[in-house]
């Protein structure tokens, strides 16, 4: 398994959306090689007839009858948003200037 | 007065307002006080409700006049980790992300809280998104450990241990998705319990690593971890992984168990949680508590869980997995902290987005959504993330081989005593060695419960010891942590608690 490098935690950063600057590169970089260094044991130790487990316990989908229930009033929804503009959150433009 | 009624446990409160001795304004005056007085050198509170706790105590005095009550604990106040919601109080978390938020609902736990008449004290710190071993990573500074204030209290829940183990509260909430309920118990001499995966409602609980993330009780005995534990505990319909079945009798089990006789029980002592990498004392306080189960009439025997060595490698990478995928939603769209990048004209919606995460989170939380980001990404999903999955597989398989030869399984909680504050924080793996231990239960999603077992020899503080049962056997845990309890209490002549160091009163 290859070491990650500073380039592909900046890479990372990105995809996760996070703005990491030149010294939190610096620091985190190394860091995160020690911390996979250490979990790479993983690799060696399950068969491939081994399954997977993606929750503890066995579960099936879980519904609940289609009826109306109370839920959050607009007020509420929007009494922790950024910014509120005609009773809608007002977000940042989503779109490039050219398009 | 007052300080005599924050040091006793919330069951004998409980029997005092029922006895008519004192009034839950009393009581939740009294912690009120005593928080005023020593949470400045603790820190175990980001935010104190006076008037909303007081407020429950005068209804709740008012029921119990009327012949009302509503629970065992009515009356009892309880403090709550800062990651689960109330409505009306702030919500942060341990985040900058989060600050000043006010979230407009209950958690199911809360709820509960609430309906059950237990006065709400306040929230407790914690290391952010509950990522954490020490409460050092709560963007508004560590907690203290009550025994010695140069020392953490665990992690993540150090609010909650500290806080209980300070006579801050009776009883308090805590998290558990690697050992944040339990390790935290062990390092300030207090009880914490993580139930069975899906016993008590994540609904309302800000999620790190949904297969993992538990709600549990912190006290400062077995019997209040029951009776906290009925309250919170048992089915929702808003929690899809909740477990629609009774739970077992908590309560009974603990007050079977403080009898002290443990024949017919059969304990597991795990061979690979102990020896190497053990602090001296913390294994001499664990062998003299088997030695006490043994003389009590348990029948003790080793096992092997071989797969358990591997659990550390599958929990860093299943954890910041699934924590990667859920903090995604901290995008600066709807609610928490919206910050516009520096001399960016008309900045887009992602550029403010990666604005605000660099800037509301810190650096452990960089450091797990990258890593989870990592072992998601096409190329690395199957060494990582799938071969993680499977080592869940082979552990669960290991417990329930260890619990076919016995009821219950043991082992220290955590293997140091509490270090000192900045001693780990920048050396991420040797942080994440303090929840070898706990990490097992959490990916098998069996309950677990930690205790205090004694103060280590070398530094004089308290060690932590564990009890496993199988799934949906929570009351096992209940029934043998009462006896080990009882039998170490005896030996202690009184609580291990009555041993800390008093904490400097300020007047208020």
Redesign the interface.
Known sequence: ?PD?TRE??AH??D???????DA?LD??AP??A???D??????E??ADD????????P?TN?F?ADVVRPG?TAE??L?????VEQQR?S???????EA | MSSDLTRRTAAELADALAAGETTSVEITSAYLDRIAAVDGDVHAFLHVDAEGALAAAREADERRAAGSVRSALDGVPVAVKDVLTIKGLPTTCGSKILEG?????DATVVARLREAGLPILGKTNMDEFAMGSSTEHSAYGPTHNPWDLDRIPGGSGGGSAAAVAAFEAPLAIGTDTGGSIRQPGAVTGTVGVKP???GVSRFGLVAMAN??DQAGPVTRTVLDSALLHEVIGGYD?QD??S?DQPLPALVAAARQGASGDMSGVRVGVIKELGGDGYQAGVRARFDEAVQLLVEAGAEVVEVSCP?FV?A???Y??IMPSEA?SNL?KF????????VL?DGVE??????????T??AG?G?EV??R???G??AL?SGYYD??Y?????????I?RDFAAAFEQADVLVSPTAPTTAFRIGEKL?D??AM?LNDIATIPA?????PGISLPSGLADEDGLPAGFQILAP?LADDRLYRVGAALETLLTTRWGGPLLAQAPELKEVSA
Not at chain 1, 38 to 43: G, R, T
Not at chain 1, 79 to 83: F, H, I, L, N, T
């Open positions: 398994m990650i592909e935690v990372l950063a995809l996760a959306r996070i703005d990491l600057s939190e620091h985190l860091q995160l020690v911390i996979l250490s979990v790479k044991s993983i690799n130790v399950a081994v399954p997977p487990t993606s929750h503890a316990l579960l879980v609940r959050l509420e929804a009494a922790g948003a950024p910014e959150f977000v940042p433009r989503i779109l490039g200037e | 938020w006010v979230p407009p609902y069975t995966f899906g297969s993992l319909p899809s992984t477990i797969s591997h550390l490698a599958a860093y990478l990667s995604a995008d600066a769209m709807r609610y928490g902290l919206r990048p008309n900045p887009s919606a992602e550029e403010v987005m990666r604005a995460r660099d989170f650096d960089k450091r959504i990258i890593l980001t990592y990404s060494a990582y799938g071969q993680a999955q499977k080592v869940r597989t082979l669960s920048d991420p793996v994440y959490n990916l098998a999603g069996v799934a």
